[in-house]
């Protein structure tokens, strides 16, 4: 049973879709109005999907629930990391594929998008998806569970394109630790395309323009 989601076709009958993962806190909702900004009239119909995470008591901010994507503990967030949860929210990342698939949508039709812990679930849960994906969108996010990667990696997404992107000025995921995750994964050979703005944990206009020609090159 795939999580609750927003929806928004921009055409009838699509064969392409987005499957986008808020952030801590976030909803569905987050980023909805980013489809008018991002979308050329000239693509295909595409059927974007904002999934709603499951609520859940976050220890950082003194075990508030929230919808999160897994569970911090610390301002280091890159070190004693919630598995379990990224694990579990893995699991629901492939639901959600699959719903796409059974729908008609080809699973190399299929671009994974994600902004900070949703960043982290799409680039973790993306690398280890049997099917081969589309392309895998990271905003200011990082790899989790870095040093499983090469056991776990799935042959088919090997070759996926990666665009990752990340503010210089981010308070909340450090630049140098998205920098660190893009050199972990081109030392493995993965093609990332990199960007970075003078910005905080955020998006900005320009990041959304790079992304527009970025995704218009995968439907091309």
């Not at 299929?110 to 998806?129: K, M, N, P, T, Y």
């Not at 200011?140 to 090997?158: F, G, I």
């Amino acid at each position: 049973m795939a999580l609750p989601s927003i929806q928004i076709e921009t055409a009838p009958t699509p064969r392409h879709a987005v499957i986008w993962l808020h952030g801590l806190g976030a909803d569905g909702h987050d980023f909805e109005p980013i489809v008018p900004e991002l979308v050329d009239r000239a693509w295909p119909p595409l059927r974007f999907v904002f999934p709603n995470a499951p609520m859940r008591p976050i220890t950082i901010n003194g075990g508030m629930s929230m919808r999160a994507w897994y569970d911090i503990s610390g301002q280091e967030i890159a070190q004693r990391q919630d598995e379990v949860g990224i694990r579990a929210s893995i699991v629901l990342l492939d639901e959600l594929i699959e719903r796409e698939v059974t729908r008609g949508v080809a699973s190399e039709n299929i671009l994974l998008a994600g902004f900070s812990q949703g960043g982290a679930i799409v680039l973790s849960g993306g690398i280890r998806h049997a099917r081969k994906l589309g392309g895998i969108i990271a905003l200011s996010t990082y790899l989790p569970m870095a040093e499983k990667t090469d056991a776990e990696v799935a042959a088919a997404n090997r070759n996926t394109p990666l665009f990752m992107a990340h503010g210089k000025l981010d308070p909340t995921i450090s630049h140098a630790l998205g920098e660190m995750s893009r050199e972990y994964l081109l030392q493995r050979g993965y093609a990332v395309e990199w960007h970075s703005y003078p910005m905080a944990h955020q998006v900005c206009a320009e990041e959304i323009a790079d992304l527009k020609h970025w995704i218009g090159g995968r439907l091309a």
